[in-house]
């Protein structure tokens, strides 16, 4: 028996080469089409990398806004990463991130023809892509990986983009050129000037605030920078939208470790979120929270540096 | 020679409690032959077995813990694995004094056959000396359809084998990266060791049951789409897996855990050998428990062997109310957890940048019993303490995971998110999909889950046949 199914294709943008056609369930439900190989592998800065995967189920369904669940190794733990690229055609899963510690290194240190260990999605509520107007996409650092295929999207759903990239110099500054043609204007700052304006984003947004009538934000990057641009928007009544990423576990609503508090109410980042309306979010708890296992995280970064060195 | 029901029930060897309170080892040691061979022969051979009437899966017990008595092990295993796929499991963990051993006519003479620890013994020894580790492969010819099992607790298990038996292609779609649910996340080794768990799902998948790790129904695929790709009939075994908190202040402190968290950690990521494993936990020195059913009991009794050197438990009725089973109440009792009885939670303490310090607690009275018959708690006013403590656990309860029914149209559920179900059958509202398990019930136990898993299994059978016919029906 040969069995189709079908997508919807709303507000998917151009990140899924292929809008509405039909696969072939059968193909890919085997269990042989679990070894998650990794098909491409790019360093994008000296932190960063872009890994490409065979995740034929992963990218069946994904949408923008959405997340994987990854263990590099068997004795890995979870860890969270945004699905920067599906194609459902070949099945490839793309994501790109930031080497900050143990497990991002064990990952960054895998190579194209190798396999991860587990790769389960795509996990999270879909960003809410409407057609509004006019919206700043506000990124920083590993955030505008995060952040590339919310744009894309919005772009496809007919709004205006106003790119705004953040990056502390011109050699961590990431995806340029992808951010560019997905925008209709785009405004870069380093911290050091070394690259675009001297600055910080929320300056950038400050004077596009001044300039342009904007009617919705997107903030995604290091939580301060999200708060920052949360109390830029605050004062002038734009809706913003942030992307939240707290210490996660199974990323199916079973622990509750990933909860955040928004709006008086806890919420569940791995599936109310990760995306929430910044502007209700209790920053304070997140970032305390998030610094929940700093000693252990320490500890293993260290016994991954000795294991490196030896 | 006293007469064999004047015995007393055989004592189980145990590890020392100081000793075993610091380490993952299994707590009890199990019988030895001939401890069993004594125990089962305390059995009277009733004819009205009324100890069958308290197993949900029914096993025939007179009948196996005979065969235990005149030493057949082999043929006791085969009487049991009829009815029961993870006998090993439920010897080990079903709550026993309120199932088939609380209908024991030797309860009331001199201590119920101990018929867990039968059944454990039996399953144990059978692994260790039969040539295969299950007991019958499929007895019948292999079939077309194809089964999708979601969930692979015991509930999906157990639908998974007897479906597999009975010649379908069955998959199990699995939201984690390993199998077991509970079995794997939630219940410690130290009263299920793992290589019991993974031999009893190898039996499972000897009997050519695919799993498939990684795949959350609702996310990965949806049900629709589990059916427009083939499967002829799907049963949703997903469990009771999101968990209550309490709503009091300060539970987003570091330091506050759900037990599922916990658990999870130490279970299925194996957080006691980090940094090894790349999953941490924190270690607790005084930790607070909040809850006292066999999840409040795992996980203080994990918080003791993680190295705790104080761990309370607080609960906010009395000590006949606590539900967990007797021997884990026993055991962490005898390892040195306290008590705080009819003591309620009211706030979690800050200390340092947002860590938690203590437990505001309330002392509190019975009432008039409640809807569920249990006599209500009332707090006691000014009554107000705390405890110290760095860690805490929540354990009050968890309800059913709202990603199946929210993704799954014509899908009816309870007001608290169970899936309804035929009873009988475990039908749902929509046709060729069952249910069973904690995702139907709420939390309840495993062989309760599995009973479930197997009546399904039973009416998905039929359902299938019905079809088989209907379409040769229409070819002719
Ligand atoms: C929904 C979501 C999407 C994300 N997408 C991306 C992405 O596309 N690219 C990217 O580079 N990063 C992304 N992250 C962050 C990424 O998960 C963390 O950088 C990673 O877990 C760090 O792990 P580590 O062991 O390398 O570092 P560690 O040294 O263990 O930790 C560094 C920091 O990462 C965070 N962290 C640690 N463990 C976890 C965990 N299990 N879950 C979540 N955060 C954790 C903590 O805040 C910690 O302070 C995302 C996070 C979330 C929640
Ligand atoms: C800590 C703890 C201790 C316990 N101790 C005992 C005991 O001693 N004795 C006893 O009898 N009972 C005990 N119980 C209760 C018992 O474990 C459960 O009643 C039983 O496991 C229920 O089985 P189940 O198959 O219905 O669900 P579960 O065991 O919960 O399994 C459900 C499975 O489905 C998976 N799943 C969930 N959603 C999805 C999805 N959308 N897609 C794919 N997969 C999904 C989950 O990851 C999980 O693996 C305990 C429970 C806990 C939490
Ligand atoms: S399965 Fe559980 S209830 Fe049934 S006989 Fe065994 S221990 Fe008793
Ligand atoms: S009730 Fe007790 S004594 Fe009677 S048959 Fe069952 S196990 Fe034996
Ligand atoms: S990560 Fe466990 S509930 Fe969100």
Redesign the pocket.
Known sequence: MTSHVSHASAGEGDWIKTSSHVCRLDNILSPSSAAYLILDKQRLSDTVVRLTLHAPLVALNAQPGQFVLIRPTERSERIPLTISHADRVSGAVTVIFQEVGHTTRELGGLEKGQSVQDFAGPLGTPSDIQRVGTVACVAGGVGIAVMLPVTRALKAAGNRIIGILGARNKSLLILEDEMREACDELAIVTDDGSYGEQGIVTDALAALTQRDRIDMAYAIGPLPMMQAVCDVTRDQSIATVVSLDPVMV?G?G?CGGCRVRVGGDVKFACVDGPEFDGHLVDWDSLRSRKAGYREQEQKAREASEEAHHA | MPKREHLPRTPMPEQDPKQRATNFDEVTLGYTPEMAMAEASRCLACKQKPCVRGCPVNINIPEFVRKVAEGDFGAAAEEIARANALASV?GR???QEEQCEKYCLMAKVNGAVAIGRLERFTADWHAAHADTNHCDVSDREPLDQKVAI????????TAAGDLARAGYKVTV????HE??????????EF?LPREILDREIESIRSMGVDFMTN??????LTIDQLRESGFDAIFV?????LPTFLNIPGEDLNGVYS??EF?TRVNLMNAKDFPNEGTPVRIPVKAVVVGA???AM??ARTALRLGAQEVHIVYRRSRDEMPA?AE?LHHAEEEGVQFNLLVNPVAFLEGDKGWLRGVRCQRMQLGEPDESGRRRPIPIPETEFDIEADTAIV?VG?SP?P??RSTTDGLKTTPWGGIVVNEETGETSIPGVYA?????TG????????G??RRSAISIDAYLKALRENNNKVSE
């Open positions: 199974d199916t079973m | 439920c963990v079903c709550p979601i969930g692979a607790g015991p509930a999906g298990l779609f699995e939201a984690l199998i077991g649910g509970v079995l794997r996340y939630g219940i410690p009263r795949v959350v129904i609702g996310k990965t075994g997903t469990g009771a897996g037990s599922n658990l059913g066999n999840t795992d996980s089973r884990e354990a968890q995971n990603l199946i069973g398990g904690d995702a139907v939390a309840a136990t495993v062989i309760t889950a599995m479930a898993g």
